[in-house]
Nanobody, 124 residues
């Protein structure tokens, strides 16, 4: 069974940066599509970024394009989310997820394993 563990969240001022990590165990992610989602209080889960196992064109939500970068290190079984120029509206619990497919999709239900999440809080 795959386990995903996120880290790197925290409190940062607007305009600051954070780098989230998601380490997978129990299965290699080298043939998996990996994605980051977030959930703000009182809101639905929102797709943030995703990358297929082939590392072809990553997909980003419009709200984070140009500010966030998803990357992966298959040797370390880890996926990252570099977040720059953070805004208060980026405040949420960020979770990584995987699906056994080559294609990045936006729907939360398409992903079969999830981490517990890491809190990101951006202050004004």
């Amino acid at each position: 069974q795959v386990q995903l563990v996120e880290s790197g969240g925290g409190l940062v001022q607007a305009g600051g940066s954070l780098r989230l990590s998601c380490v997978a165990s129990g299965r290699t992610i080298s043939t998996e599509t990996m994605a980051w989602f977030r959930q703000a209080p009182g809101k639905e889960h929102e797709f943030v970024a995703g990358m297929s196992w082939a590392r072809d064109s990553p997909l980003y939500a419009d709200s984070v394009k140009g500010r966030f970068t998803i990357s992966r290190d298959n040797d370390k079984n880890t996926v990252y989310l570099e977040m720059n120029n953070l805004k208060p509206e980026d405040t949420a619990v960020y979770s990584c997820a995987r699906r056994s497919s080559w294609k990045v999709v936006l729907g939360r239900d398409e992903y079969t394993s999830w981490g517990q999440g890491t809190q990101v809080t951006v202050s004004t």
